[in-house]
């Protein structure tokens, strides 16, 4: 029985009420709710436009197509992220180009994208993981220097800062991501957000099945819509958000004091230019003579969740048998994942929580180096 989440979402008496306030006004598809969600959300990461959708993958598809990406182009994305990521992609039958990550934050690496770009690669969509923005100053002049759209997956990353501003202006589109885990949840339900006008009409074209206006469809389109019911519950979640995040840091700050300097257990590495980081998760690297798989039961069985993070997308099935990618193809990646685990982090999460489940990561990385060695 799990007695410490990994995660848990904060939803209470307000949100449930704002859900019913909705469902009694009558109107519980997309209207007047969606619009105030989206213009309240726009302010708060510094963007002119945010154009919401029903979910966060319907979002990265939305912004996909916006950015033009059509069949037979090529896009770079990262081997380290959530499956939606490089689908998007597909559903365009165009070709995702998997890129290694960096092995100290997990990122995109540019080093290595620039070794896979081609004539017809036309996007690169970065992965803030785990909620980490990356150096989008070197993102977006690696996408000049190749006439790139930026398309940035930062589905993790509400209430991250970069170099002092919040994430969600640095690139061409940043998409956010709602699912329950996530610093706001909805429910379900994501969000685009962009300074670029054009691009926001195209957007809200595509979310609501190509329409300019009442039965006038311009474009194929999608029902990407979100409703009411959902924003209700996002514009009480708003308000949450800046303490969610400022609780997960205090509870990483402990973490990062606990794990300083441990032989076996590494924290996350912070870049200069990362002001806040959102912390969607806290994930450990371990030393290669720690069996995480192990620790990972281990904690298991005390009653303490974690998670292995998304394995690299090169070792899924799917892509393995659509595109032949094999185990050995991107071993940075492959090294780095077996290596991470993540642990508990949620607003809220009592100390005396926080102290066992670094007490037992301790314990367990411990015994699961002396039966590796032994």
């Not at 474009?219 to 519950?233: C, E, F, P, V, W």
């Not at 996350?268 to 030393?287: E, G, R």
Request: aromatic share 8%; net charge negative.
């Amino acid at each position: 029985m799990t007695r410490i989440p990994v995660a848990q979402p904060t939803l209470g008496e307000a949100e449930a009420a704002a859900a019913y306030e909705t469902v009694r006004g009558g109107w519980v598809s997309m209207g007047q709710r969606v619009q105030d969600f989206e213009e309240r959300f726009a302010s708060i990461v510094g963007a002119r436009y945010a154009v919401a959708a029903n979910n966060g993958t319907a979002a990265l598809h939305m912004g996909l197509l916006a950015a033009g990406v059509k069949e037979s182009d090529e896009v770079l994305v990262p081997d380290v992220t959530f499956i939606s990521t490089p689908n998007v992609v597909i559903y365009e039958r165009a070709r995702p180009v998997l890129v290694e990550c960096d092995p100290d934050t997990y990122n995109l690496s540019l080093d290595d994208a620039a070794r896979r770009v081609t004539e017809r690669t036309t996007a690169i969509i970065p992965v803030d993981m785990n909620g980490l923005p990356v150096d989008y100053d070197r993102v977006l002049a690696f996408a000049e220097e190749h006439d790139l759209a930026v398309i940035a997956d930062s589905a993790e990353s509400l209430g991250a800062s970069y170099k002092g501003e919040p994430v969600g202006t640095q690139a061409h589109q940043h998409i956010f991501s709602f699912f329950p885990n996530k610093n706001l949840t909805t429910g379900e339900g994501g969000m685009v957000t962009t300074n670029d006008n054009e691009l926001a009409k195209q957007l809200r074209v595509l979310r609501n099945q190509g329409q300019e206006g009442r039965y006038n469809h311009v474009a194929l389109g999608y029902n990407y819509r979100m409703t009411d019911i959902q924003a209700s519950i996002g514009l009480v979640q708003l308000d949450r958000t800046e303490f969610t995040v400022h609780d997960k840091q205090r509870i990483a700050t402990r973490y990062d004091h606990a794990f300083s300097g441990h032989p076996l257990i590494r924290g996350p590495f912070i870049p200069d230019y990362v002001t806040q980081h959102s912390w969607y998760m806290y994930a450990v690297a371990l030393d290669d003579s720690v069996s995480r798989d192990q620790v990972a039961q281990e904690l298991a069985s005390a009653g303490v969740e974690t998670r292995l993070s998304f394995p690299p997308v090169h070792m899924q099935p799917y892509y393995q048998n659509q595109f032949g990618y094999k185990h050995q193809d991107y071993p940075i990646s492959a090294q780095a994942w077996s290596q991470l685990l993540d642990i508990p982090i949620w607003p809220g999460l009592p100390e005396d929580q926080q102290d066992e489940v670094i007490d037992l990561l301790q314990i367990a990385v411990e015994r699961a180096s002396r039966d590796v060695t032994t």
